[in-house]
C-alpha cells in the first residue's frame, strides 16, 4: 500500500494522527448520509414506478379516445375547438430539503378560477369522443405533474448518491488506509531510532569503562 | 411562475392544449433538441416529451438530468408504449446502486 511522502517526525505523526481521526469521522458521517439517502430514494423509486404505471395506463385510454375523436371529426374542426384553450395551467416551484439534495414541489396553479374549465369549445360540432379524451387527460393530469415531481427527485438524488458513495470508498479504500500505513511506517522508524540511540549509548559507555579501567589489559 | 409544455407528435400532444399546457408540435429531433435548448433556458418547470421523439433524442436529456428544472417527462405517444419512461426510472436506480436492484423482471 502506498504510504504519504513524509519525513518520519514526531510532528508528521500527530499531524496524521489528526488527519486520521478527522477522515474516519467524515467516512463515518457520509456513510449514515449515504444509507439514509439510499433508504428514501428506494422509497422514492416504488413509488415513481406506481405512478408511471398509472399515467401511463391513463393516457393510453386518453389516446384511444382521442384517437376516435380524430376519425369522426375533420382536422380542421379540432383544430379550431382546441387551439384557443380557456384553461392555463402553470406550477409554482419551491424547493425541499433532504439530506441536501434540493428536491422540487410543485404546486399547480391555474388561470380560470374554476380547474374544471377544461372544454375551450362549444359542444354543437364537436364528437363527444373529444370531451372524453379531454377529461380523461385532465383527470390524469394532476398525477402526472406528481409524477414529474418524483420522477426528478429520483433523479437528482441518484446524482447524489452517486456522489455521496464516492466520496465514502475514497475515505475508506485509499484515504484511511494511506494515513494507517503512514502512521505506521512513521512509528517504526522512529522506534528503530530509539533503539540505535540507546545501542550507541551502550558501546560509548563501554568504551569510556575501558579507557578508564583497562579491563582487558588485566584481564590478560 | 413556471410552465408546462408538450413536444411530440401533434396527434399525440393536441389534448393537452385544451387543460392549459403549452404545445409543441415537433417530429423532428434536430428540431427538437433546439426547442429544449430554447425552453431549458426559459421558465419551464415541466416539459412532457412523447416517448417516440424522446427515444431519438435520448443522449440530448441525458444532459438535463442533474438540472433542478425542467424536469423532463416521457410519456407514451398515440403509437403506444415503447417503454422508454421505466427504462429512465431504472437508470436513476442503476446510477444510485450501481446495477437495478428494483426491476421487476
Known amino acids: ?220 | 411562475m413556471y410552465k408546462i409544455a408538450a413536444m411530440g407528435e401533434k396527434s399525440s400532444i393536441y389534448g393537452f392544449a385544451s387543460i392549459g399546457l403549452e404545445i409543441y408540435p415537433i417530429e423532428e429531433p434536430q428540431e427538437a433538441i433546439h426547442q429544449l435548448r430554447r425552453m431549458v433556458e426559459g421558465d419551464y418547470g415541466v416539459i412532457f416529451i412523447t416517448e417516440q421523439l424522446a427515444t431519438s433524442i435520448e443522449s440530448e436529456l441525458d444532459r438535463y438530468r442533474d438540472l433542478p428544472t425542467p424536469a423532463i417527462i416521457p410519456i407514451p405517444g398515440v403509437q403506444g408504449n415503447t417503454g422508454l419512461g421505466m427504462r429512465n426510472v431504472s437508470k436513476s436506480v442503476e446510477q444510485a446502486v450501481g446495477s437495478d436492484i428494483l426491476s421487476d423482471a
Open chain 1, 1 to 220: 500500500m502506498a504510504r504519504l511522502n513524509v519525513n518520519p517526525t514526531r510532528m508528521e505523526l500527530t499531524n496524521i494522527k489528526n488527519k486520521l481521526k478527522t477522515a474516519r469521522k467524515g467516512h463515518k458521517l457520509l456513510k449514515d448520509k449515504r444509507d439514509e439517502l439510499m433508504r428514501q430514494f428506494i422509497e422514492l423509486v416504488r413509488e415513481n414506478k406506481e405512478i408511471r404505471r398509472e399515467v401511463e395506463k391513463g393516457i393510453e385510454a386518453a389516446n384511444a379516445h382521442m384517437s376516435v375523436a380524430r376519425s369522426v371529426m375533420s382536422d380542421e374542426a379540432l383544430n379550431v375547438a382546441l387551439m384557443l384553450p380557456m384553461q392555463e395551467m402553470s406550477l409554482e416551484i419551491t424547493e425541499k430539503n433532504v439530506m441536501s439534495v434540493m428536491i422540487p414541489v410543485f404546486e399547480t396553479k391555474f388561470k380560470t378560477a374554476d380547474a374544471n374549465d377544461i372544454y375551450s369549445y362549444g359542444y354543437a360540432f364537436t364528437s363527444s369522443d373529444l370531451d372524453d379524451a379531454v377529461k380523461a387527460l385532465s383527470d390524469i393530469m394532476p398525477l402526472m405533474l406528481r409524477l414529474a415531481e418524483v420522477e426528478k427527485s429520483c433523479q437528482l438524488m441518484a446524482a447524489e448518491i452517486e456522489k455521496t458513495r464516492r466520496r465514502v470508498n475514497a475515505l475508506e479504500h485509499v484515504l484511511i488506509p494511506q494515513y494507517e500505513e503512514t502512521i505506521k511506517y512513521i512509528r517504526m522508524k522512529l522506534d528503530e531510532n530509539d533503539r540505535a540511540t540507546t545501542t550507541r549509548l551502550m558501546k560509548v559507555k563501554d568504551m569510556m569503562l575501558e579507557e578508564a579501567h583497562h579491563y582487558s589489559e588485566r584481564e590478560a
